[in-house]
């Protein structure tokens, strides 16, 4: 896979190198590019902002730099059409399903907003040459959407094959099969007079395997209701409706 950032902060996407991202793009399994939006600046003070039309607090991010910018990251790979994914409060919800999507893609290419956002003419423009996708990570504010970056493409790459040395453990993870992942424990078995449940200590894999699901299942319907509605019908049998 390949990825493209576009930011005036290049520095905020440093830890990209680090670890499970630097170690997949050792591999070989991502090649990563990170590029300086005020490269395709003109004037003198490489400005990238101005005043809003209507009106209004703070500044926007002008047109003319992205797309001058977007023109030259596209003809970087072309002929390959990427996906513009530009994270903004305003987009649609950021999930592990959208991960997923992200991760059969061969080509991304992030659009780092700051300020009050990028010109709206911008995303419209790019449909041109990019398939365009504005993602929220959440329902609050940001001061740009480079740490909206960091987060999408660990939650990407790391389902790319080979990027997690156990591919065994994304089955068992949050959001994998559309529930939270049940309690996890390690040694002691007994800490500050707490125990691990006994279940876990038993070696019966079956009723492990029970335990665990059922944990899954209360602590999902406690804190994210809205995941156990939205569970396929097939997904529950007549013993999790009693859990
Ligand atoms: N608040 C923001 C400001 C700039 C770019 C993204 C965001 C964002 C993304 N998801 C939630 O907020």
């Not at 709206?120 to 040459?129: G, H, I, L, T």
């Not at 309690?183 to 007994?190: E, F, I, N, V």
């Not at 029970?210 to 396929?232: F, G, I, M, N």
Request: glycine fraction near 10%; charge should be negative.
């Amino acid at each position: 896979m390949r990825i493209d950032v576009l930011t005036i902060f290049p520095d905020y996407l440093a830890p990209l190198g680090l670890s499970l991202i630097g170690k997949a793009r050792e591999q070989g399994l991502v090649e990563l590019a990170v590029h300086d939006l005020r490269g395709w600046t003109t004037d003198r003070h490489r400005t990238v902002d101005d005043t809003p039309y209507g009106g209004g607090p703070g500044m926007v991010m002008r047109p003319e730099p992205w797309g001058q910018a977007l023109d030259a990251v596209a003809a970087m790979g072309a002929p390959e059409r990427p996906r513009l994914v530009l994270p903004t409060p305003a987009g649609r919800p950021f999930t592990q399903a959208v991960a997923h999507e992200y991760a059969a893609l061969p080509w991304l290419v992030f659009g780092c907003g700051r300020y009050e956002g990028i010109d709206a003419r911008v995303a419209e423009e790019a449909r041109e040459r990019y398939d365009v996708d504005e993602v929220s990570l959440g329902d609050y504010v940001l001061n740009g959407g480079e740490v909206a970056v960091l987060v999408v493409v660990e939650a990407v790459a790391r389902l790319l094959p080979g990027v997690i040395g156990n591919a065994q453990s994304l089955d068992d993870e949050s959001h994998a099969a559309g529930l939270l992942e049940a309690p996890a424990y390690t040694k002691p078995a007994l800490w500050r007079g707490h125990r691990v449940p006994d279940v876990l200590l038993s070696g019966d894999h079956a009723r492990i395997a029970r335990w665990k699901r059922d944990e899954a299942l209360r602590r999902t319907r406690s804190v994210r209701p809205d995941l156990v509605a939205a569970l396929p019908p097939g997904d529950l049998d007549r013993r999790d409706r009693e859990v």
